[in-house]
């Protein structure tokens, strides 16, 4: 990803969770945000205090990431609003995530492809696993494991998340 233009990221699922200290750590790095949950209180006191420390953007879709009408609703107002997306994670449990992601990728791949960039991941908080997809391409994947002694904590996650952002 290049800093010629604005970097737009997309939080799918968690901010209750870990997704939050992410958010936070993105927008740090320059990134305007599109979160997307279905827990709309939460959401919307984080994206508050997130946006007002970080002078970034930040919208808020309420939705389920697991239905696939409303995420890919979700996206599209993403797209509507920023114009492009260049980083997408997905944060759920590993089953719900297994649903999400699969819809995550059949909306945003397209336009990733189309802008010739971007990087999906995939967090699975109770294995560890991120996963990264460069422009979706599965067999380009790579993992960013955490160790089975380690918890996967806010600074490992975000850590490794950058780390394959910026590869």
């Given amino acids: 990803m290049t800093d010629n233009h604005q970097r737009i990221a997309v939080i799918a699922g968690g901010i209750r969770d870990l997704a939050t200290s992410i958010a936070q750590r993105l ?10 949950d279905r827990d709309r209180k939460s959401m919307m006191h984080i994206a508050t205090k997130i946006g007002e420390e970080s002078g970034r953007n930040i919208l808020t879709i309420t939705a389920d990431i697991t ?9 599209s107002r993403t797209v509507q609003q920023f114009g492009r997306i260049d980083l997408l994670i997905t944060y759920a449990s590993i089953e719900s995530n297994q649903v999400s992601f699969f819809h995550c990728e059949k909306y945003v791949a397209p336009l990733m492809e189309e802008q010739g960039s971007g990087v999906i991941i995939q967090v ?3 294995s560890g696993r991120i996963v990264r997809y460069n422009n979706t391409s599965v067999p ?3 993992l ?6 380690q918890v996967l904590t806010d600074t490992i996650a975000c850590d ?5 952002v910026t590869e």
């Fill in 124 to 126: 699975e908080p109770e």
């Fill in 144 to 149: 960013a494991d955490v160790p089975a002694d």
């Fill in 27 to 36: 927008t740090r790095e320059g990134f305007d945000l599109a979160i997307i």
């Fill in 67 to 75: 239905v696939e009408g409303q995420l890919s609703a979700a996206l």
């Fill in 160 to 164: 490794a998340i950058l780390k394959l």
């Fill in 140 to 142: 380009g994947a790579e």
